[in-house]
């Protein structure tokens, strides 16, 4: 058995394999299928400072390898997962990383205080590929000036570990992932979904409700791996890799372009124990070529 | 309600063309019995042979058979995800994730009188319904509906649970015309409703059920991704705002639901 232990600033986690948010819930549904502390962390559902209704149906259109999906950030507010999600987690043995949206840098900031006084939270997840009403409808991930703001608000309110989730949906994600290193993120992780469209030929309309949707799944892993690998080159603190990863040679990809950990989201839709395979794939990927520890491959493709 | 739900390698028993659009697969599990599974719950079937169907397709649970150990699924051709299910081969591997959602609230006395409405392959769900409702000692009524004869499924099986009544659109068997067109419907009095079918069929017999102030539960077929309430990709406008169809459904009592009946 090779060591798969790794960390993120600080963070230790059992083995490189996180769940991506909104595609695992809260770890709960996946209970029959998978041994939640078994994974190296479980980034839940995105979660705002108010409710959120979401966007209406349909919100999903499969699509060649891969899917587009509209949720809209539906969640019930920051309150309701203190009072009534949290306490459900808090005593299963891994590491619940919330993902944190908003529409203005004070939103963010205020839920990301709410969370950081959950104890058994270790770190937070911030989601800035969202849309900002504020600035006029553009995302905050989409701009070095927007990204700052969001980090730097959130920074000042919480103490732990601060993940920050980039947009793959901009000319330059190096720029943006060095301008959140400077405000004080602790790691990044990316990619989040690729804007897409899907249109019914036969019926004529569109087939999701708002028009457009972030494209997940295989079809977008080569755009992931090349972000991850860019952005592993330029930045200093820990990348977490993810974006189309199915098994474990795409996560061992994701580990040797540069990721210290990866995240699985689509994945678990078509398979929902993949996650344990994957993570019995990497060992056995590790044991194939003689390495002890998984920290050994990290960055390993110049 | 929360049951254990599997992933399970199935093998396919049989594999029956029953129209040129419809498929009858029956499946055992060869290592186990199968678990325990309730009318109106479905399984997220995977689609191995076609690789343009990436997700899996929800699909009723039409049958159970514990004395063969079998599970069946009634497939309708729609696209490509039905099209490579209905085209498997007997002894194939069917690999499913099972039993998912809440099934049909069975009625609490012996003699209520209980009719399923079920249009096309939204009949799927309703044999198991029948059976499990005979099992407890009551025996219902079948309204079934299709385009034409042809398009009527397993009616020999549903005559052994209950009466049958059939209303076809072109008049080839039973009655002419849509099933909310049917005579029973306005002769007969009934205490509960079970409807499966196309939305149009559904809302209609939704509608004749509120203005008779019968009780009435739909099955709904909202698109899916993960089909285990993680993804919040099938949800339906409800009284309680937007919910999945995959965890607190696929079965609806209509005061939940914001049709316009
Ligand atoms: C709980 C449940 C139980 C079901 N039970 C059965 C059953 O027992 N038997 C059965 O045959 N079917 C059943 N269905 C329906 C079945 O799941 C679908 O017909 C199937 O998933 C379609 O897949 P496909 O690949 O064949 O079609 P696809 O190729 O995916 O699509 C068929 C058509 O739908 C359109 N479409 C695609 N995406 C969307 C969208 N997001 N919104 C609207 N339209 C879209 C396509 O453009 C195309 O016109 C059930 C569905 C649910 C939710
Ligand atoms: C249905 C669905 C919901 C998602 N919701 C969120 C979310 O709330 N917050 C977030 O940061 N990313 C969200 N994502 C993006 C995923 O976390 C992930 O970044 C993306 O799907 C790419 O990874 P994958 O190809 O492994 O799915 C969602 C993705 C899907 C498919
Ligand atoms: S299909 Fe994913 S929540 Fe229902």
């Given at each position: 058995?090779?060591?798969?232990?790794?960390?993120?600033?600080?963070?230790?986690?059992?083995?490189?394999?996180?769940?991506?948010?909104?595609?695992?819930?809260?770890?709960?549904?996946?209970?029959?299928?998978?041994?939640?502390?078994?994974?190296?962390?479980?980034?839940?559902?995105?979660?705002?400072?108010?409710?959120?209704?979401?966007?209406?149906?349909?919100?999903?259109?499969?699509?060649?390898?891969?899917?587009?999906?509209?949720?809209?950030l539906q969640n019930r507010g920051v309150d309701y997962f203190c009072q009534h999600i949290y306490p459900q987690l808090r005593d299963i043995p891994?590491?619940?990383?919330?993902?944190?949206?908003?529409?203005?840098?004070?939103?963010?900031?205020?839920?990301?205080?709410?969370?950081?006084?959950?104890?058994?939270?270790?770190?937070?997840?911030?989601?800035?590929?969202?849309?900002?009403?504020?600035?006029?409808?553009?995302?905050?991930?989409?701009?070095?000036?927007?990204?700052?703001?969001?980090?730097?608000?959130?920074?000042?309110?919480?103490?732990?570990?601060?993940?920050v989730k980039l947009s793959p949906n901009v000319t330059d994600i190096v720029a943006i992932a060095k301008a959140v290193e400077d405000e004080g993120?602790?790691?990044?992780?990316?990619?989040?979904?690729?804007?897409?469209?899907?249109?019914?030929?036969?019926?004529?309309?569109?087939?999701?409700?708002?028009?457009?949707?972030?494209?997940?799944?295989?079809?977008?892993?080569?755009?992931?791996?090349?972000?991850?690998?860019?952005?592993?080159?330029?930045?200093?603190?820990?990348?977490?890799?993810?974006?189309?990863?199915?098994?474990?040679?795409?996560?061992?990809?994701?580990?040797?372009?540069?990721?210290?950990?990866?995240?699985?989201?689509?994945?678990?839709?078509?398979?929902?124990?993949?996650?344990?395979?994957?993570?019995?794939?990497?060992?056995?990927?590790?044991?194939?070529?003689?390495?002890?520890?998984?920290?050994?491959?990290?960055?390993?493709?110049? | 309600?929360?049951?254990?739900?599997?992933?399970?390698?199935?093998?396919?028993?049989?594999?029956?063309?029953?129209?040129?659009?419809?498929?009858?697969?029956?499946?055992?599990?060869?290592?186990?019995?199968?678990?325990?599974?309730?009318?109106?719950?479905?399984?997220?079937?995977?689609?191995?042979?076609?690789?343009?169907?990436?997700?899996?397709?929800?699909?009723?649970?039409?049958?159970?058979?514990?004395?063969?150990?079998?599970?069946?699924?009634?497939?309708?051709?729609?696209?490509?995800?039905?099209?490579?299910?209905?085209?498997?081969?007997?002894?194939?591997?069917?690999?499913?994730?099972l039993p998912l959602g809440n099934g049909f609230t069975l009625p609490e006395r012996q003699t209520e009188r209980v009719l399923l409405v079920g249009?096309?392959?939204?009949?799927?769900?309703?044999?198991?319904?029948?059976?499990?409702?005979?099992?407890?000692?009551?025996?219902?009524?079948?309204?079934?509906?299709?385009?034409?004869?042809?398009?009527?499924?397993?009616?020999?099986?549903?005559?052994?649970?209950?009466?049958?009544?059939?209303?076809?659109?072109?008049?080839?068997?039973?009655?002419?015309?849509?099933?909310?067109?049917?005579?029973?419907?306005?002769?007969?009095?009934?205490?509960?409703?079970?409807?499966?079918?196309?939305?149009?069929?559904?809302?209609?017999?939704?509608?004749?059920?509120?203005?008779?102030?019968?009780?009435?539960?739909?099955?709904?077929?909202?698109?899916?991704?993960?089909?285990?309430?993680?993804?919040?990709?099938?949800?339906?406008?409800?009284?309680?705002?937007?919910?999945?169809?995959?965890?607190?459904?696929?079965?609806?009592?209509?005061?939940?639901?914001?049709?316009?009946?």
């Open positions: 058995m090779a060591n798969l232990t790794t960390d993120i600033a600080g963070l230790r986690l059992r083995n490189p394999v996180m769940t991506a948010s909104g595609t695992f819930g809260y770890g709960t549904e996946y209970e029959d299928f998978v041994p939640l502390e078994q994974l190296g962390g479980i980034i839940v559902k995105g979660t705002t400072l108010h409710p959120r209704q979401g966007n209406p149906y349909p919100r999903m259109a499969e699509t060649e390898g891969g899917m587009l999906n509209c949720v809209g891994t590491n619940f990383i919330v993902n944190v949206s908003g529409n203005a840098p004070e939103d963010y900031a205020e839920c990301a205080a709410r969370i950081g006084e959950l104890e058994a939270i270790p770190a937070i997840e911030l989601n800035i590929s969202c849309p900002n009403v504020k600035h006029g409808g553009m995302a905050f991930g989409t701009t070095v000036e927007g990204a700052q703001s969001v980090v730097r608000a959130v920074r000042k309110a919480y103490g732990k570990t601060l993940i993120a602790d790691a990044v992780s990316l990619i989040n979904t690729l804007m897409g469209m899907a249109i019914d030929a036969e019926k004529r309309c569109r087939l999701l409700s708002i028009g457009t949707g972030g494209l997940s799944g295989p079809a977008v892993k080569p755009v992931a791996l090349r972000m991850v690998w860019q952005v592993a080159h330029a930045v200093g603190i820990p990348v977490i890799g993810l974006g189309g990863i199915v098994s474990a040679t795409d996560a061992v990809e994701f580990l040797l372009a540069g990721a210290s950990a990866v995240e699985i989201g689509t994945a678990n839709f078509l398979d929902p124990a993949v996650t344990i395979k994957v993570i019995q794939g990497i060992n056995d990927y590790l044991e194939r070529h003689g390495f002890t520890s998984v920290k050994e491959i990290i960055g390993l493709c110049e | 309600m929360t049951h254990r739900k599997y992933i399970l390698d199935l093998t396919l028993t049989a594999v029956e063309q029953l129209n040129e659009r419809c498929a009858l697969l029956r499946a055992t599990d060869p290592t186990a019995p199968l678990p325990p599974m309730q009318a109106g719950q479905f399984a997220q079937l995977r689609v191995d042979n076609s690789p343009h169907a990436f997700l899996r397709r929800p699909i009723s649970i039409h049958n159970v058979d514990r004395e063969r150990n079998e599970v069946w699924f009634l497939v309708q051709i729609v696209g490509k995800g039905t099209k490579g299910l209905a085209q498997m081969k007997c002894h194939e591997r069917l690999n499913a994730v249009g096309g392959v939204g009949v799927a769900p309703l044999l198991l319904l029948g059976k499990q409702l005979s099992e407890r000692g009551v025996r219902p009524t079948f309204l079934l509906g299709a385009r034409s004869e042809k398009d009527l499924l397993q009616t020999e099986h549903f005559r052994h649970y209950g009466d049958l009544h059939v209303s076809t659109e072109d008049g080839s068997l039973g009655e002419r015309g849509f099933v909310t067109q049917h005579p029973l419907m306005h002769e007969a009095h009934f205490d509960r409703v079970y409807v499966c079918g196309p939305k149009p069929m559904m809302v209609a017999v939704a509608h004749w059920a509120k203005s008779g102030n019968i009780w009435c539960e739909v099955s709904l077929e909202n698109r899916m991704a993960c089909g285990i309430g993680a993804c919040l990709c099938c949800v339906e406008d409800t009284s309680e705002g937007h919910v999945c169809v995959c965890t607190e459904g696929p079965v609806f009592n209509i005061e939940q639901l914001k049709w316009q009946i």
